[in-house]
Structures are given as structure tokens and as C-alpha cells.
T-cell receptor, first 117, second 112 residues
Framework: GAVVSQHPSWVICKSGTSVKIECRSL??????MFWYRQFPKQSLMLMAT?????????EQGVEKDKFLINHASLTLSTLTVTSAHPEDSSFYIC?????????????FGPGTRLTVL | GDSVTQMEGPVTLSEEAFLTINCTYT??????LFWYVQYPGEGLQLLLK?????DKGSNKGFEATYRKETTSFHLEKGSVQVSDSAVYFC???????????FGQGTRLTINP
């Protein structure tokens, strides 16, 4: 149980285009989803926290107009990188939490590798 | 703010060696502590956790004890295998905000 999927697993796009990444909880309802960014050989940095049906809370230094997050249902959150540039190339990882399953535990997706040319 | 500091890698060991990866933390309040593992090409998986002082988390032969007095949560395994090669992340979760704060990760390679 507690499986989280991400789609796509990798994407290559041209500079200036927008890319949407989906995060789905497959067998539980995710009241909260988190989006992280991981640079090569570095740790995960939390970008934002999203609760179903409300606006995402962004971490300091993360541009909310650049990284649009939508959590429209209890099983789906999307991250859209708008007007992507090469410096946005990174590994994006989502996680999900279900208050009914375990208040303290996050379940992670496999990640999406974004390359902006 | 809260932070996690991990032993710098990479760490290379021979099969059946003893493993320790150090982790210390700084937090206000009483966080929960976690070890996550990331195998090549995969997402993070929870390896073990401890939610209060003196708790010991264990899984797959790995152990870590929540030491409040030394603010540490060191990961240990008595006899590592090649299949343990991965990146290991120590993390804490503040009870209030419920956000995970990760250490920088330690890459472990086990040679046969």
C-alpha cells in the first residue's frame, strides 16, 4: 500500500516552454502533498506544501509564479514549471501524506527528471 | 531553523563490513527522526524511524536509536551487502509543521 506515482519520469523541453508534472497517490487519499527539488549529488529541498482544495504554501525563495502547484483532488497534485530555463533542470520529487494512515509519514514518488535545453 | 547534518560521503565498504553513518540534528521541540534510502534510479523509501527519545528504529538489519542527549540518530548495520549500495538520507519532521528536513545524503557503495 501507500504507493505514489509521478508522470512523466523524465522530460526534455526547450527553454521558454512550460512543463507539467503529475503526482498521484494510487491507493490512499493524500490530504497533503509535498514537492521537492533535488540537485545532482545533493539533498532534497522542499519547494512547497499543498493541501487538497487550498493554495500551496511555498518555501522561502521559491517563486510561486514560476512553479505552479495545483492539488485539485485527494489523489492528484500537479507541478507546472512555467517558462522553463536551463537552471530549472533538476530532479523533482513529490511525496504524499494521509492523516488516516500515519500522521507522521510521507510516501515518495519515484521522481521526474527535467532537462531544459 | 531545524537542520540535519550527515556524515559526508561517499562511503565505500567491503561486503560483511560494519556500517555506521552519523547523523546529528538541531531542532526546537521534539522531532521525529527518519532514515530514507534511495536506490539507483528509484525514489526515496522509508528505511526506519523513531518518534521519541530512546526509541530504536530497525528494518532490514539496519538500526538507529534516537539520542536526545547527543541530538543524534546514527544508522548502523552489522554486516552490509552489495545490495545495500544506495544513498541514505537522515531527516527530521517537526511535530507542528510536519515538514521533512533532510540531511545532505550519504552515498554508500559496497564492494563484493
Amino acid at each position: 500500500g501507500a504507493v505514489v506515482s509521478q508522470h512523466p519520469s523524465w522530460v526534455i523541453c526547450k527553454s521558454g516552454t512550460s512543463v507539467k508534472i503529475e503526482c498521484r497517490s494510487l491507493d490512499f487519499q493524500a490530504t497533503t502533498m509535498f514537492w521537492y527539488r533535488q540537485f545532482p549529488k545533493q539533498s532534497l529541498m522542499l519547494m512547497a506544501t499543498s493541501n487538497e482544495g487550498s493554495k500551496a504554501t511555498y518555501e522561502q525563495g521559491v517563486e510561486k509564479d514560476k512553479f505552479l502547484i495545483n492539488h485539485a483532488s485527494l489523489t492528484l497534485s500537479t507541478l507546472t514549471v512555467t517558462s522553463a530555463h536551463p537552471e530549472d533542470s533538476s530532479f523533482y520529487i513529490c511525496s504524499a501524506r494521509d492523516l488516516d494512515l500515519n500522521y507522521n509519514e510521507q510516501f515518495f514518488g519515484p521522481g521526474t527528471r527535467l532537462t531544459v535545453l | 531553523g531545524d537542520s540535519v547534518t550527515q556524515m559526508e560521503g561517499p562511503v565505500t565498504l567491503s561486503e560483511e563490513a560494519f556500517l555506521t553513518i552519523n547523523c546529528t540534528y538541531t531542532a526546537t521541540g521534539y522531532p521525529s527522526l527518519f532514515w530514507y534510502v534511495q536506490y539507483p534510479g528509484e525514489g526515496l523509501q522509508l528505511l526506519l524511524k523513531a518518534t521519541k527519545a530512546d526509541d530504536k528504529g530497525s528494518n532490514k538489519g539496519f538500526e538507529a536509536t534516537y539520542r536526545k542527549e547527543t541530538t543524534s540518530f546514527h544508522l548502523e548495520k552489522g554486516s552490509v551487502q552489495v545490495s545495500d549500495s544506495a544513498v541514505y538520507f537522515c531527516a527530521l519532521s517537526d511535530q507542528g509543521a510536519q515538514k521533512l528536513v533532510f540531511g545532505q545524503g550519504t552515498r554508500l557503495t559496497i564492494n563484493p
